[in-house]
T-cell receptor, first 115, second 112 residues
């Protein structure tokens, strides 16, 4: 079991470009959460998805950000027209189901730098 | 509303005990967690406690929960240099998404 895989680990973009971050859940995990960590800060919830459905996107900025978790393939967090303030570490966390303790397994993160 | 607060920094000597504190505001929290983050890495779950418990011990780790004061602590016995990291507390509320709300993290520095 390879754990939660995120790629790329590091991404550099110029202002106005697009960033795509990918998350492959642990085997058997069908719930995906995306969190953002700004430098020297804690993690802030962005979006919660299950296969083909967005369950809660209350933490997503209203513009430029979108997320999906298709039936096949990884979950993708997409940031259009990036700005310097988007520079952060983006973490994906997954879990198997809704029962019991909400134990999330985190990926190693994707660090986005916007020049 | 949800708000989780932690002190920013803690420095201890190797072999001493470390106590990292956390306060939260939402009384409907169901589970509370401690995560560890090493430089450049993701978050590793250390332990968690259900809100109807007041203590949980796991090897060198002891979690204390004071639900009345909404205060959570993590004690690390015999702290080692490998324990140097950022420690995050988080709460989970029994809503539809069960997403975690994190504190800002406490940076633990262990001096030899």
């Amino acid at each position: 079991n390879a754990g939660v895989m995120q790629n790329p680990r590091h991404l550099v973009r110029r202002r106005g470009q697009e960033a795509r971050l990918r998350c492959s859940p642990m085997k058997g995990h069908s719930h995906v959460y995306w969190y953002r960590q700004l430098p020297e800060e804690g993690l802030k919830f962005m979006v919660y998805l299950q296969k083909e459905n967005i369950i809660d996107e209350s933490g997503m900025p209203k513009e430029r950000f979108s997320a999906e978790f298709p039936k096949e393939g990884p979950s993708i967090l997409r940031i259009q027209q990036v700005v310097r303030g988007d520079s952060a570490a983006y973490f994906c966390a997954t879990k198997e189901g809704q029962v019991g303790a909400n134990v999330l397994t985190f990926g190693a993160g994707s660090r986005l730098t916007v020049l | 509303g949800e708000d989780v607060e932690q002190s920013l920094f803690l420095s201890v000597r190797e072999g001493d005990s470390s106590v990292i504190n956390c306060t939260y505001t939402d009384s409907s929290s169901t589970y509370l967690y401690w995560y560890k983050q090493e430089p450049g890495a993701g978050l590793q779950l250390l332990t968690y406690i259900f809100s109807n418990m007041d203590m949980k011990q796991d090897q060198r780790l002891t979690v204390l929960l004071n639900k009345k004061d909404k205060h959570l602590s993590l004690r690390i016995a015999d702290t080692q240099t490998g324990d140097s990291a950022i420690y995050f507390c988080a709460e989970s509320i029994n809503n539809a998404g069960n997403m975690l709300t994190f504190g800002g993290g406490t940076r633990l520095m262990v001096k030899p």
